[in-house]
């Protein structure tokens, strides 16, 4: 089966760095996507990695390695604002979005 | 219209009862989908479409049918609603290989 993995919830303190984990298994690889999620709301694209390697987008980078199905998303400067959920998503095989249930990111003073 | 718009914004219906949830974008997205998200289990596809006139099964499917009459439109209808159907339910749309963009969501309790 597919399956996307994150850490259900995080804590970390406005200012610092943290970064957010995924791990995958799907059938195919075409693309892993990060969406922000605040809550009550739609989620919004954030970052988007086809080869390995880092992409850096202002406060936030994510990083790839397809050999070892796995991401990861950083985020700098921590801002109150930046409290959300964080999904991690990977096209498939038949450019369908598998979705991991999402990181909720608590940032506190 | 800017993206997509869903309609309506929450919803309360008896068991029972048939219901439409409305989908529009104005990108001429040619792919568009229909997620419910749930606490705990993230995006689950319900049906998609990849190009007006053809729709296909997403990963729950059951108790729920759509048409894709157009480009723009994309109406998801539960025959006939059940609680476990109690869920919010985004519309998304992407152009090729790009990402989603997503509709602001609709609240739906079934009691």
């Known amino acids: 089966g597919q399956n996307i993995d994150q850490p259900t919830e995080m804590t970390a303190t406005e200012g610092a760095i943290v970064q957010i984990n995924c791990t995958y298994q799907?059938?195919?690889?075409?693309?892993l996507f990060w969406y922000q999620q605040h809550a009550g709301e739609a989620p919004t694209f954030l970052s988007y990695?086809?080869l390995d390697g880092l992409e850096e987008k202002g406060r936030f980078s994510s990083f790839l390695s397809r050999s070892k199905g796995y991401s990861y998303l950083l985020l700098k400067e921590l801002q109150m604002k930046d409290s959300a959920s964080y999904l991690c998503a990977v096209r498939d095989s038949n450019y369908q979005l598998i979705w991991g249930a999402g990181t909720k990111l608590i940032i506190k003073p | 219209i800017a993206g997509i718009t869903q309609a309506p914004t929450s919803q309360i219906l008896a068991a029972g009862r048939r219901m439409t949830l409305r989908c529009t974008q104005d990108?001429?997205?040619?792919?568009m989908y229909w997620y419910r998200q749930d606490l705990g289990l993230g995006l689950r596809l319900i049906h998609y479409?990849?190009?007006?006139?053809?729709?296909g099964k997403g990963e729950v499917p059951d108790g729920y049918s759509v048409s894709r009459a157009n480009t723009d439109d994309f109406p998801l209808t539960l025959a006939s609603a059940v609680p476990s159907q109690t869920s919010v339910y985004f519309c998304a749309s992407s152009f090729r290989s790009a990402g989603y963009t997503f509709g602001s969501g609709t609240r739906l309790t079934v009691v």
């Open positions: 799907t059938s195919g690889f075409n693309g």
């Open positions: 990108m001429r997205h040619n792919a």
């Open positions: 990695n086809v």
């Open positions: 479409s990849n190009t007006a006139g053809t729709t």
